[in-house]
């Protein structure tokens, strides 16, 4: 069965500061790996995946994570955040073998102070 | 684009009454999903089906029954509401598990 941790409960930067939210699996074979941000009173949206290839992903409003076997993580950054960044990112991951069974982490609440 | 939706947005129960909550796609999707999500544990599944009439169980879908009558349409009932209970249940479709889409819940409150 596949894990994933996000330990950050909450992280507070300002506008213009870079950011890094954290994410770490736990799964013995080829994983899917996911962020989505949810902004209040909403579902969750999709920002960008890594299965193979390039570690490094770029996802929408310039967000990109980077992909690391050897320290089974999936970080996501910006350079820059704006206020319109605050919301809560949850980190997914399915295996290869049931990519359809999806398991989310608990959310990082993400506070851009102007 | 497509839309999931989400009926009721809000859900009052009462403590061991039976709750149904239903979702729409229309995006033509194999797969759907239920999702509980508790404040400070993120969002847990419940069930997820990958096509018209299969049901796969989630890591919490002890309380619940879902149903998945038509590709289109997803349902999850609370088969005996818990008192006290909160909680935001969260629709979402995809296909083969590229990416889900979601909808904005429905809130449910047990008095």
């Known amino acids: 069965t596949q894990t994933v941790s996000q330990s950050d409960a909450h992280v507070t930067v300002f506008e213009g500061d870079s950011v890094e939210l954290r994410c770490n699996y736990s799964?013995?074979?080829?994983?899917?790996l996911s962020w989505y941000i949810q902004h209040h009173g909403h579902g969750l949206q999709f920002l960008l995946k890594?299965?193979?290839?390039?570690?490094v992903v770029q996802g929408v409003n310039g967000f990109e994570a980077e992909f690391s076997k050897s320290d089974s993580s999936f970080h996501l950054r910006k350079a820059s955040v704006h206020w319109s960044d605050s919301a809560v990112y949850f980190c997914a991951v399915s295996p290869s073998s049931n990519t359809n069974k999806v398991v989310f982490g608990t959310g990082t609440r993400l506070q851009v102070l102007p | 684009g497509g839309i999931i939706t989400q009926t009721p947005k809000f859900l009052i129960g009462q403590e061991g009454q039976k709750l149904t909550l239903k979702c729409q796609q229309n995006f033509n999707h194999d797969t759907m999903y239920w999702y509980r999500q508790d404040s400070g544990k993120g969002l847990r599944l419940i069930y997820y089906?990958?096509?018209?009439?299969?049901?796969q169980k989630g890591d919490l879908s002890e309380g619940y029954d879902a149903s998945r009558e038509k590709k289109s349409s997803f349902s999850l009932t609370v088969t005996s509401a818990q008192k006290n209970e909160m909680a935001v249940f969260l629709c979402?479709?995809?296909?083969?598990?590229?990416?889900?889409?979601f909808g904005s819940g429905t809130r449910l409150t047990v008095l």
């Open positions: 979402a479709s995809s296909i083969y598990a590229e990416t889900l889409y």
């Open positions: 089906s990958i096509t018209e009439n299969d049901l």
């Open positions: 890594y299965y193979s290839g390039n570690p």
């Open positions: 799964y013995g074979g080829s994983i899917y």
